[in-house]
Nanobody, 118 residues
Framework: QVQLVESGGGLVQPGGSLRLACAAS????????MGWYRRAPGKQRELVAT???????DYASSVKGRFTISRDNAKNTVYQQMNSLKPEDTAVYYC????????????WGQGTQVTVSS
């Protein structure tokens, strides 16, 4: 079992920055792909960014160049640096861990609200 706890959300003005953090209850990064998802009101859940166990990253086109996913293995924490925030980035952001080996368990954080508004 893995628990994921997200933090760092809040209210920010357009053009501002936030850093989200997702703390895992144990060391998992060697066998899990980590990801950030978001869900805006009235929209389906969207995959925002991923980082694999090998360190490869990928981003949705809407955030590429503005968001950066990273991890600190010693702290069991994955981060998402969010710069140049836009109102359309407003959503609940969720941390996800997907195990790449059997039994391929999947875990979700509770979500953290990001609101971009002037």
């Amino acid at each position: 079992q893995v628990q994921l706890v997200e933090s760092g959300g809040g209210l920010v003005q357009p053009g501002g920055s936030l850093r989200l953090a997702c703390a895992a209850s144990r060391n998992i990064f060697s066998i899990y792909t980590m990801g950030w998802y978001r869900r805006a009101p009235g929209k389906q859940r969207e995959l925002v960014a991923t980082i694999t166990s090998g360190g490869s990253t990928d981003y949705a086109s809407s955030v590429k160049g503005r968001f950066t996913i990273s991890r600190d293995n010693a702290k069991n924490t994955v981060y998402q640096q969010m710069n140049s925030l836009k109102p359309e980035d407003t959503a609940v952001y969720y941390c996800n861990a997907a195990q790449v080996v059997f039994p391929r368990s999947t875990y979700w954080g509770q979500g953290t609200q990001v609101t971009v508004s002037s």
